[in-house]
T-cell receptor
Framework: KAGVTQTPRYLIKTRGQQVTLSCSPISGHRSVSWYQQTPGQGLQFLFEYFSETQRNKGNFPGRFSGRQFSNSRSEMNVSTLELGDSALYLC?????????????FGQGTRLTVV | AQSVTQLGSHVSVSEGALVLLRCNYSSSVPPYLFWYVQYPNQGLQLLLKYTSAATLVKGINGFEAEFKKSETSFHLTKPSAHMSDAAEYFCAVAGGSGNTGKLIFGQGTTLQVKP
């Protein structure tokens, strides 16, 4: 069965612009989480969604937002891009949210802000 | 609050040698612990997870990890390294209160395998 699909794979944006990233979870999975990966800060949790509700949010400024649709697909948006937002953004899906639930990761979207 | 520390950002072994990647955790509650592997330009793949069943956990590709509560450790091992094991490895603990899938990751360890 198809894995977690993230689009686009690569993106180049200019400072001040906004960007929307998309994540399609594995069929049947209803929980989606987002992570930011940078060389300096490593992997950091952004948000967790389940049944269209945000259940958990990481320590990121309000420029970072997300949502989940009724088909479990999720999007994250970053407004007023800064150079420091350049990162690999990873989406993970699971059947349900839970500490012991296996999360399956997509290949990520590489965002470069110039 | 939960946290994870991976000792050694880079580990180099010869092909066929033992692989040992170290991870120590801090958790105020019984932890759920994970090891993930990341190949270049790829996402994360789960190697194994500890969820309070057996303390010795076997994963994919010949990897295993032992949960030691007294040492707050969850080190990853593989008896014999293969060239294809070269990648970045992340230890993670399930974080936050309540029933959440939020993961807190260590800084990662890059494994180099020399022929």
């Amino acid at each position: 069965k198809a894995g977690v699909t993230q689009t686009p794979r690569y993106l180049i944006k200019t400072r001040g612009q906004q960007v929307t990233l998309s994540c399609s979870p594995i069929s049947g999975h209803r929980s989606v989480s987002w992570y930011q990966q940078t060389p300096g800060q490593g992997l950091q949790f952004l948000f967790e969604y389940f049944s269209e509700t945000q259940r958990n949010k990481g320590n990121f400024p309000g420029r970072f937002s997300g949502r989940q649709f009724s088909n479990s697909r999720s999007e994250m948006n970053v407004s007023t891009l800064e150079l420091g937002d350049s990162a690999l953004y990873l989406c993970a899906s699971s059947f349900f949210p839970g500490a012991d639930t296996e999360a399956f990761f997509g290949q990520g979207t590489r965002l470069t802000v110039v | 609050a939960q946290s994870v520390t991976q000792l050694g950002s880079h580990v180099s072994v010869s092909e066929g040698a033992l692989v040992l990647l170290r991870c120590n955790y801090s958790s105020s509650v019984p932890p759920y612990l994970f090891w993930y592997v990341q190949y270049p330009n790829q996402g994360l793949q789960l190697l194994l997870k500890y969820t309070s069943a057996a303390t010795l956990v076997k994963g994919i590709n010949g990897f295993e990890a032992e949960f030691k509560k007294s040492e707050t450790s969850f080190h990853l091992t593989k008896p014999s390294a293969h060239m294809s094991d070269a990648a970045e490895y992340f230890c993670a603990v399930a974080g936050g209160s309540g029933n959440t899938g939020k993961l807190i990751f260590g800084q990662g360890t890059t494994l180099q395998v020399k022929p």
